[in-house]
C-alpha cells in the first residue's frame, strides 16, 4: 500500500498545541497521519471497493466502534474521533496496523492521529489495499492500550455471517442395547468456507460450564450422559448448540465389594477443638475392583444427596453433620458414613490499644518545681480484652525502658518522661509526655555522680560488659561509678579505681562476684589509660565490624566499612537518613574526627556531623528518626561546592553561616582533620587546626524566614543527646574515620 503522509496540522490553542506536539513525536516514530488524496507518488489513489470505519471517543479501553471483517482488495479507510463520535475531552487516538507480529498480516503500514481539535476536525481517511488473512490494529497512545482488535479479510464479496459447520463422532465398546461399555469417547470437529474456524467449546450435562475443546473427551462414569457443543469462526459468529447423548454402563465383573470411604475435616480450630468462621470437609474413596463411579454427600440428618466434585465449605456457626458415600462401577454402594462438627464465630479482634496516665509526687516550690525530686507513675488499662503487656518510658530523650516500679527523677533541671503501652494482641498506645522540673530544696541532695549515663548495660570505654546498669545506694548508676569517661593517666590507675568502686558495691550486694569479674574484665580489655588513651579520648568508631556494629542506621542513605579503618557513605543505598551512636548521649564534649571528599566526577561531599539530639526512636513529636537530629539537635556541616548551597563546612546549618572562603577547601581524596568542642551552649569547630566558626546557642534560627517545621531553639536544642552522621545521598559521598570522644 502507498499511503502521501499529510502535513502536521498547525492549530491554536492549548490542546490543538499538545495535539501538533504529540503528531510531531509520532511523526518521528514512523506513526503519521494520511489521506485518500493521493498516493506517495503524487497520483490519484484508486478507487476503493469498499470502506471501513473506526470511531474513537472518550473511552480508552476500547474503539467507539470498527468493523470485524472486510474482503480483499481496494479500501476506504476512514478513522474519526471527532465530537460527533462522542469526544468531549479533546482525548487523541490513533489508529494503527500492527507490521511487527508475523501471525498477522503486516503489508498494511496504516497510522493515524486524531483529534477533536486538530484541522481535520478529527476525521481522516487513508486507501490501502487489503489481502486475505488478519489484521491487528490497536491505538499506540501511552495508556491506551486496551484499544486493539482483530479485522478479518477474506476473499470474495461481502461479509462473513455465516457460522461454522459442527459435528460429534461418540466411539467406544457398545452392547447389544448400544450402550457403551467402560467408556465413551467423544470427538468434536468443525469446518468454516469463509473466516475459518476459532475455536470449538464442550459442556457436560444440561448445567456443565462451556470449557474449549482440544482433545477427545472420555467419559468413563457410569451413566445416563449428555456432551453439548458449538463453534466460533473467526468473524465472531457462532454455530447453534448440538448434543450427542448416550449411555455408559460397566464392563462385566464379579465386584461384589463396595468402595472403601473416609472424610476429613479441616479448618482453623479454637482451643475447645470448634472450627473458627468455617470448616471443609474432604470426602475421599478407593475401590480396587471395577473402581470408584461417584461419590456423594449430604448435610444434616435430612438433606439431599448430592455428587461430591470438590471439598465442601460450611460457614454456618452451629454444630454440623455432613453424611457421605460412594458407588463403584459394578453398582456396589458403600454404607453410608458421617463427620460431625461445629463451627462458631471469630473471636472480636483487639484493635484498641492501652490507655495510658500519669502522675507526679513530690514537694513543689513556689514556682512550681518539685524539690530534690519528682516520682513519676505511670498506669495503663485495656478496654480492648487481651491485656496489658508491658509499659515502657523514657527519661530525657533517652532509650525507652521496661516500666516496673514508679521512677524516681532527682538531677536538678528540667525534664520530659515519654511514657507508652502495649497490649497481648500488639497494639501500642501513642506515646504520651509529661515535663517537670526538679530544683535544689537544701533538703535531700541531689547525687554526686561524675557524669550522667542510664545505658541498660555497664559498659567500659566500648566493651559490654552485660551486666544491667543498676541504680546503686549512692543514687548513682554503675557506669557513672566507673568514670571511664575520665582522663586516666595510666591504665593501672584506672583499673585500681574500679576495683574500689567494685569492691564497695559488692559488699552492699549490689552486683554479685559473677558481676564483680565480668566488670572487671570489660575494664582490663578497654585499655583506658593505656599509650594512646591519655588525651581521655575515648574511640567509638575505628572502622572495623565491632565497632561500625555499634551504630546504627535509621532513614535513606547507608555507611559502608571499608576494610581500611573508614567508612564511606551513599555506596549502597539512596535517601537521606543518619548513622547515629546510641550507646550514650554527651553534654559537654569534645569530638574529634577526620573525613574526606570521595564524590564521584566533579561533584562535591555533602554530610554533616549531628550533635545533641534526642533518642530518634519513638520520638513524640518526629515520628520519623532521621528528621528528629535535623530538628532538634545541630548539624556541622561538611560542604566544601564553591556552588549550591550557602552553608559551607564549619556552619552551624540553619542558625550559624561559614563561607567557602572562611571554611576552606581541599583536594579530593585528602583528610581533613575535624573538632567540634561544645561547652554549655557555645560550639567550636575546628579544620586542621584552625578556629573556623564559633557560636552561641541564644536562640533564632539564620534562615530568612525561618523554617516552619523548626521547633527553635526555646528548650528544644537540649544541653546534652547523641552524635551521628549524615549521609545526603548517593553523589554526596564522603568517608570518615577514626572518631573519638571526650566529655569536657
Known amino acids: 500500500m502507498r499511503v502521501r503522509r499529510r502535513r ?7 490542546a490543538r498545541l499538545w495535539t501538533a506536539l504529540l503528531a510531531s513525536l509520532l511523526m518521528v516514530l514512523g506513526l503519521t497521519s494520511t489521506s485518500a488524496a493521493e498516493q506517495s507518488d503524487g497520483t490519484p489513489a484508486a478507487a476503493a471497493a469498499q470502506t471501513l470505519t473506526w470511531t474513537a471517543g472518550d473511552d ?17 479507510i476512514v478513522f474519526e474521533n471527532s465530537v460527533a463520535t462522542g469526544n468531549t475531552t479533546g482525548m487523541p487516538h490513533t489508529l494503527t496496523f500492527d507490521v511487527s507480529d508475523p501471525e498477522y498480516n503486516n ?30 490494529y490497536y491505538c499506540t497512545i501511552p495508556g491506551h492500550g486496551q484499544m486493539q482488535g ?9 461479509e462473513d455471517t455465516t457460522a461454522p459447520e459442527t459435528a460429534a463422532d461418540v466411539t467406544g465398546t457398545q452392547n447389544a442395547a448400544g450402550a457403551y461399555v467402560g467408556s465413551a469417547t467423544v470427538a468434536l470437529s468443525a469446518t468454516d468456507a469463509d473466516s475459518g474456524v476459532d475455536r470449538i467449546e464442550y459442556a457436560i450435562g444440561d448445567a456443565g460450564a462451556w470449557q474449549p475443546y482440544t482433545t477427545p473427551v472420555v467419559v468413563d462414569q457410569v451413566g445416563a450422559h449428555k456432551v453439548r457443543y458449538r463453534a466460533v469462526d473467526k468473524a465472531g459468529n457462532m454455530a447453534a448448540e448440538k448434543a450427542e447423548e448416550f449411555t455408559v454402563v460397566a464392563p462385566q465383573s464379579d465386584d461384589t465389594t463396595p468402595p472403601e470411604t473416609s472424610a476429613t475435616v ?12 468455617m470448616a471443609t470437609v474432604t ?28 471439598p465442601v465449605m460450611v460457614h454456618e456457626v452451629g454444630t454440623h453433620k455432613v453424611r457421605y458415600r460412594a458407588t463403584d462401577k459394578a453398582g456396589n454402594r458403600a454404607s453410608e458414613k458421617s ?19 500519669v502522675t507526679l509526687e513530690g514537694t513543689k516550690n513556689s514556682s512550681g518545681a518539685y524539690i530534690n525530686s519528682a516520682k513519676v507513675t505511670v498506669t495503663a ?15 530525657d530523650g533517652g532509650p525507652y525502658l521496661a516500666y516496673t516500679a514508679p521512677v524516681l527523677v532527682d538531677r536538678v533541671g528540667a525534664h520530659t518522661v515519654a511514657y507508652r503501652a502495649s497490649d497481648k494482641a500488639g497494639n501500642t498506645a501513642d506515646a504520651r509526655t509529661v515535663s517537670f522540673t526538679v530544683a535544689s530544696g537544701g533538703g535531700v541532695p541531689a547525687p554526686a555522680c561524675a557524669e550522667y549515663d542510664e545505658r541498660l548495660t555497664v559498659i567500659v570505654g566500648t566493651v559490654d560488659s552485660g551486666v544491667p546498669n543498676r541504680i546503686t545506694n549512692s543514687r548513682c548508676r554503675i557506669n557513672e561509678l566507673i568514670e571511664d569517661e575520665k582522663e586516666w593517666t595510666s591504665h593501672a590507675l584506672f583499673l585500681k579505681h574500679v576495683k574500689t568502686v567494685l569492691d564497695k558495691l559488692l559488699k552492699e550486694g549490689v552486683i554479685d562476684q559473677r558481676e564483680f569479674n565480668l566488670i572487671t574484665k570489660a575494664a582490663k580489655q578497654s585499655g583506658i589509660g593505656k599509650p594512646g588513651q591519655t588525651e581521655g579520648y575515648r574511640t567509638i568508631l575505628d572502622g572495623t565490624e565491632e565497632s561500625f556494629a555499634k551504630w546504627q542506621q535509621v532513614g535513606g542513605g547507608s555507611f559502608a566499612p571499608n576494610g581500611d579503618g573508614s567508612i564511606t557513605s551513599g555506596t549502597t543505598k539512596s535517601g537521606l537518613g543518619m548513622l547515629w551512636f546510641p550507646e550514650r548521649k554527651y553534654g559537654d564534649f569534645s569530638l574529634k574526627l577526620q573525613w574526606r571528599d570521595d564524590a564521584p566526577g566533579t561533584g562535591n561531599a555533602n554530610s554533616g556531623v549531628f550533635v545533641r539530639f534526642p533518642g530518634v526512636h519513638d520520638h513524640p513529636e518526629e515520628p520519623r528518626p532521621e528528621w528528629v537530629a535535623i530538628k532538634y539537635g545541630h548539624e556541622v556541616q561538611v560542604f566544601d561546592s564553591p556552588s549550591g548551597d550557602m552553608y559551607k563546612t564549619g556552619s552551624l546549618y540553619g542558625f550559624d553561616r561559614v563561607g567557602l572562603a572562611g571554611a576552606g577547601v581541599t583536594q579530593k581524596g585528602t583528610w581533613n582533620d575535624y573538632e567540634i568542642r561544645v561547652v554549655d551552649q557555645h560550639y567550636s569547630v575546628y579544620r586542621n587546626g584552625v578556629l573556623i566558626n564559633e557560636f552561641d546557642n541564644t536562640g533564632g534560627q539564620d534562615f530568612t524566614p525561618p523554617r516552619s517545621d523548626d521547633p527553635g531553639t526555646d528548650g528544644r536544642r537540649f544541653a546534652s543527646g547523641y552524635v551521628g552522621l549524615q549521609v545526603h545521598g548517593t553523589t554526596d559521598v564522603v568517608s570518615y574515620r577514626d572518631i573519638r570522644i571526650k566529655e569536657l
Open 283 to 310: 470426602v475421599s474413596a478407593s475401590d480396587t475392583g471395577s473402581g470408584v463411579n461417584t461419590i456423594e454427600y449430604a448435610l444434616g440428618d435430612s438433606g439431599a444427596w448430592q455428587p461430591y466434585t470438590a
Open 381 to 395: 488499662t485495656d478496654a480492648g480484652g487481651s491485656g496489658v503487656a508491658a509499659i515502657e518510658y523514657s527519661l
Open 339 to 357: 463427620v460431625e462438627f461445629t463451627v462458631v464465630a471469630p473471636p472480636v479482634e483487639d484493635k484498641t490499644p492501652p490507655v495510658t496516665g
Open 266 to 277: 479441616s479448618g482453623e480450630q479454637n482451643p475447645q477443638g470448634q472450627y473458627v468462621s
Open 8 to 14: 502536521t496540522a498547525t492549530t491554536a490553542g492549548t
Open 107 to 136: 503489508d498494511v503500514q496504516l497510522n493515524i492521529l486524531a483529534n477533536p481539535n486538530d484541522d481535520q476536525g478529527g476525521k481522516y481517511t487513508a486507501e490501502v489495499t487489503l489481502t486475505p488473512g488478519r489484521y491487528r
Open 60 to 76: 480508552i479501553t476500547k474503539y467507539t466502534s470498527a468493523p470485524a471483517t472486510a474482503v480483499a482488495g481496494p479500501t476506504t
Open 150 to 158: 482483530i479485522l478479518v479479510v477474506r476473499e470474495g464479496t461481502g
